[in-house]
């Protein structure tokens, strides 16, 4: 092939190749199997040389049929040469040492001795270590877009299948990668002192500069910093009275992710910028002329690398939205089925579940399937409204949506009948939105910075829902949105409103966490709320959300006393005996009118004093947390879900006397025998009043 004056091209490889002889017979080795050859000093052929493995050879004068040498096969070296591979207009060409003064280099510019080769030999150890993990990672990216592609047709026992088996394939490829890396390059690391540098070991002949190595260990760091803050951040955030004091650890390791990421995606860009490929493609979209496009790091390769990369897949990801359920392809569904078999299966006598995952299908019914019988079931969410309007809103980002038999909506946007909202939705889906704690988009707890990161790492247990307003009016029906890019970006980037056609909808706790706001909104006027949220110093936080969101949304007070409920770091020093509870006046009458009747709420929080059972007393001094300890812990022991159901029933017991549902006598028994109080004027007079209606 003969290449004309004047030609650009790119060298993209440069090889050693050796003229040999042994026992009478003459060849030719390349590199690839000899191995790079260490010369001493001003060591020239013919050298004498030992093979130290198994080569080939091409026989001189040619012929088809090639030589083998066996290993410790003694040769003699009688001629060295370095073959250089070209790209160029034409083709691939080879070029050997007496041709190479044809190529015009750059001024001061100097060829390499050599360009590293992907031979087996010399990386078998990789291959050994990584190849079979990553034909297994194929499978394992198979599987997760066959669940996302497969979404809208295969049901959650299908995705758990999947879901575990995925489970096993990972963890097939990081034993097999651990074992292995350590057992073959560990042996290499004490073993390979040839050079007196071990860490040529484990690099190899790997093309990354040193800022490039420590860039990608940075990278991994601080990939590994950001999950595990994700996992645990819902739950150290449930201070809502405060933002949670590891926030801005959080925000600093999201922002140093998001720094190395875009040096890591701009690194390989130019990588790939380099290929000879990217030159060729480069010079035919600018019209077949190549002039000033030899240097990899022209602007114009660049920009086709950016530009090319970008479009496919910003195509991909747009083409890819119409086929994936945005609401199943998240971690909603595992977190829903755990809540299903540990509390609605709990219920049934019999159960037919799947011998591998553990889960049955009919332990779900359907929310307007529930017993028209009292009480009625309210469960509680948060319609996120990140990107609303009322710039008194601003701190809460979130507006209260509730779920029961008959509707399921907010007061602010509008209510739809259960037995067709979302098709019909479940009880168990209804259950896990309202203990959706982590998702992008978490009312008062949200964080732009966060929200993107959880995006990205797909840490959403929130849902997508029709939007029972008049937005939504063609779309209540639907069980979530049909294309997935729109709710995505808008989870990604704080998008989320109340004026779109489909709301995002998640744990009640995030805007307001006792349910006594929606309570106080249907006037109820006997509440009891339980209050299980980890305040050791009794702050009383969620207590405080809801009467503040409570008189500025309803313009209705609520007011206690003197609250008696001590934390345990003050048991020591009482003068006066502590509570389990507190009685407060809902005042009605400010907005109803004073004919209306006030309401009583019965505040009940649990606290230990040192008058419980030995078997409560005893695990309360051994646990210094308790009965706060932290809602992180999802694991409990015997003896502490034990001590944590016998203080709620010992609490109970103190607390109710045999009533036969006098909420009257209840109030007056709690007064008399717990609080030993008298009752307020106010709280005197309802009483008698609702007497006097009875009689």
């Known amino acids: 092939m003969t290449i004309p004056k004047g030609t650009p091209g790119v060298i993209t490889q440069i090889e050693g190749s050796y003229t040999i002889e042994t026992s009478g017979q003459k060849g030719r080795i390349t590199e690839s199997d000899l191995g790079p050859l260490e010369l001493k000093p001003d060591e020239k052929p013919p050298i004498q040389y030992t093979l130290k493995h198994e080569c080939e050879a091409i026989p001189i004068p040619w012929s088809r049929q090639k030589m083998k040498f066996a290993a410790d096969t003694q040769i ?32 001061n510019e100097r060829l390499p001795e050599r360009f590293p080769l992907p031979a087996p030999a010399s990386n078998a150890v990789k291959y050994v270590c990584f190849a079979p993990a990553l034909i297994l990672a194929v499978l394992l990216l198979v599987n997760f877009l066959f ?253 209260s949506f509730t779920m029961s038999r008959l509707h399921c909506g907010s007061f602010k946007v509008g209510y739809r009948p259960s037995a067709k909202y979302g098709d019909a939705m479940t009880l168990g889906t209804a259950l896990a939105i309202s203990g959706a704690a982590a998702n992008p988009n978490m009312g008062y707890h949200s964080s732009p910075v966060l929200g993107l990161l959880m995006t990205l790492f797909n840490v959403r247990l929130g849902w997508w829902l029709g939007n029972p307003g008049s937005p939504g009016a063609k779309t209540w029906r639907r069980k979530g949105p049909r294309y997935s890019v729109g709710p995505l970006f808008s989870e990604a980037i704080g998008n989320t409103t109340d004026h779109y056609k489909y709301v995002n909808l998640s744990d009640g706790g995030h805007f307001e966490n006792l ?105 309360f001094k051994t646990n210094p947390a308790f009965p706060h300890e932290s809602t992180s812990d999802q694991f409990f022991s015997e003896s502490q879900f034990e001590s944590y159901r016998m203080l709620g029933a010992h609490t109970m017991e103190k607390l109710c006397t045999d009533c036969h549902g006098d909420f009257d006598c209840f109030i007056r028994d709690i007064l008399k025998n717990h609080l030993q109080t008298e009752a307020p004027v106010w709280l005197a007079r309802l009483l008698d009043e609702t007497k006097n209606k009875i009689a």
């Open 147 to 399: 669940t996302g592609l497969t979404s809208w047709v295969s049901e959650d026992e299908d995705r758990e299948w999947w879901g575990r088996s995925a489970a096993w394939i990972l963890i097939t490829i990081l034993g097999w990668m651990v074992v292995n890396v350590i057992v073959l390059w560990g042996a290499q690391a004490i073993t390979a002192t040839t050079t007196g540098n071990q860490l040529d070991v484990f690099l190899g002949d790997v093309k990354a500069t040193p800022e490039a190595k420590g860039l990608l260990g940075a990278f991994g760091g601080v990939t590994g910093i950001v999950s595990a803050l994700l996992v645990i951040r819902s739950k150290l955030s449930s201070k809502f009275g405060e933002k949670a004091g590891f926030q801005w650890l959080l925000i600093v390791a999201a922002i140093a992710f998001f720094v190395l990421l875009s040096i890591i995606i701009s690194w390989v860009l130019v990588l790939i910028g380099s290929q000879p490929w990217a030159l060729h493609a480069t010079a035919w979209l600018l019209g077949g002329t190549q002039d000033q496009l030899a240097d990899p790091n022209s602007w114009r390769v660049q920009l086709f690398v950016v530009v090319f990369l970008t479009g496919i897949m910003l195509l991909f990801g747009i083409v890819i939205g119409f086929f994936i359920n945005v609401n199943k392809f998240s971690l909603h569904a595992t977190y829903r089925n755990r809540l299903i078999r540990a509390y609605l299966a709990a219920s049934r006598k019999t159960r037919r579940p799947n011998l591998f995952t553990g889960f049955d299908p009919d332990d779900n019914i359907k929310l307007g399937d529930l017993s028209s019988e009292k009480p009625l079931h309210l469960l509680n969410g948060a319609l996120n409204i990140i990107r609303g309007q009322q710039l008194a809103w601003q701190e809460r980002k979130a507006e």
């Open 515 to 619: 349910g006594l706001y929606e309570t106080v909104l249907r006037r109820c006027h006997f509440i009891v709320v339980s209050d299980g949220a980890e305040d050791p110093e009794c702050a009383y936080a969620d207590l405080g959300e809801a009467v503040r969101k409570i008189r500025i949304d309803f313009g209705i007070p609520i007011e206690f006393g003197t609250m008696t409920i001590y934390p345990r770091s003050a048991i020591d020093t009482l003068k006066n005996p502590g509570h389990n509870c507190a009685v407060g006046r809902i005042r009605y009458s400010v907005v109803d009118g004073t004919d209306a009747p006030d309401g009583i709420i019965i505040y009940i929080k649990p606290a230990c004093y040192g008058d419980e059972p030995r078997d409560i007393y005893e695990y």
């Open 76 to 107: 003699l070296i009688t001629q060295i040469q370095k073959i250089y591979t070209v790209e160029t207009p034409q083709g691939r060409a080879r070029i050997t040492d007496k041709d190479v003064d044809a190529l015009q280099l750059k001024p």
